[in-house]
Every structure is written in C-alpha cells, then in structure tokens.
C-alpha cells in the first residue's frame, strides 16, 4: 500500500527532542506515572500503561527509570497528582495546533501555554475549535531490518489502515480500537524493535504553507514542546 506518509512529520519532532534527552524522559516519566495511577500496575492489564512504557523504550529510556514511575505511582507515600488539560488553537497561515499536556496546576499551564500561542503568532481558541480536524490512529514505526512481505502481510490481515514503505522506514497505521491488538500480532511474531509505537492525533486534511511562514510555525511547536507540562502538540502543516 501507499499513502501520504506522516512519519517524516514526528521524525522532525523526535530529533529535535533527542537533543535534550533529559526532557523528554521527564514527560515519559509523568505519562508512565499517571497511566499507572490510574490502573493497574501490570502493562498486560492496563493498555494506557502499556503505550506508555512501548513510547519509552523506543526512545531507549532505562528500564529501572521505567520501573521507578511505575512503583512510585502505587506508593501510598506519594501525593502527585496531574490531570490532563488539551488547548487548541491556530498558528501563522491558519495551522491547526492540538496541545496536550499533564499538569498539577491548571492556571500555570494555561497562561504558559496562551502566553506561548501570543508570542508566536498564534491564538489560542475554544475547546473542540480544533480537534475535529484530527483523528487518533496507532502508528508503528519500524526499521527496515524485517521483512517487507512478512510485516505487509501481517498488517493487512489485522486491519491496518495502511502500511507505508519509506527509504529507511516503514510505517503502519491503525484505529485507535486495532492498535493493542497490531502490537500484539507483531510480539508473537518476534517484531520487537519500534522506532515509534504509540496514538497519535494525525490530522485528515494538511495545510500548504510558504517556507516563512512554515517557520513561524515550527517556532510556535518548538516553544510548546519546551514546557514542562506539554506532553504532545499536533499540527496539521503539510511537512
């Protein structure tokens, strides 16, 4: 199969976070920790958690930092508390921006977060202004050291939206209701290394934007990403 692939759009993402490592397994760690919380400490019986910990690994965060959130989470001396908060709103050219975050103080979130959208060009708007520009998919991302027959082949008879082919890549994409169980057809399979496995908001429609402004753009994604309580911002620019 083929179609317009999105991999390049969170690959540009994913490099720029590997530059401050320490970051992004700061949000890896909140997401593990909350996911826990909120279910059961085993991945088999609780999926959030179980996209959580795949995120993890494939951005090679250290098992015991894994295990560490996990057990802080269930540890009756622990008081954290984070609830999820989703902002929308749109950046230079009419871009649709979706921002997903963690947080243990609304207020600071959100003025950081407004504050950001103002001082690059955006706005902030109301809920559901955005996202129903955006659909949650699974996206699976492996190298291509399998088999491109063999993975075809499993991806099509489980349901797969589609099943993209890239130079270094290839990318499979599922409902959101298929995703656990692509994963698991690919474990029993021995299909274990992923250079992304997660949901993510992918937008239906991509707006064409002249390099300036696609600037002004990965200005305003960037500034997002840095704070502390962002966990995810989605963008429907065509890359």
Known sequence: ????????????????????RSKIFQKLNKEIFVAAKLGDKDPDNN??????????????????????????????????NYESVRYEGYAA??????????????????????????????????????SYLFERKGVIVLPKTYDEDTLMELSLDNNALDFVVNDDSYEIYTTYEDFINMNKVLNENGIT????????YIPQNTVELPEEKREKVYALIDTLEDLDDVQNVYHNMAE
Do not use: Y
Request: proline share 2%.
């Open 1 to 20: 199969m083929s179609g317009h692939s999105k991999w390049s759009t969170i690959k540009r993402k994913k490099g720029a976070i590997d530059a401050e």
């Open 47 to 80: 999926p959030n958690l179980r996209m959580a910990i795949d995120k993890a690994k494939a951005e090679n965060m250290p098992k015991d930092r894994i295990q560490a959130a996990i057990d802080k989470a269930h540890s009756s001396s622990n008081s954290e």
């Open 93 to 130: 050219g009419g871009v649709a921006v979706m921002v997903d975050c963690l947080t243990d103080n609304r207020n600071r979130t959100a003025s950081d977060v407004r504050s950001t959208f103002t001082k690059r060009g955006g706005n902030l708007g109301t809920d559901g202004s955005v």
């Open 193 to 200: 290394e992923f250079l992304m496995n997660e949901t993510r």
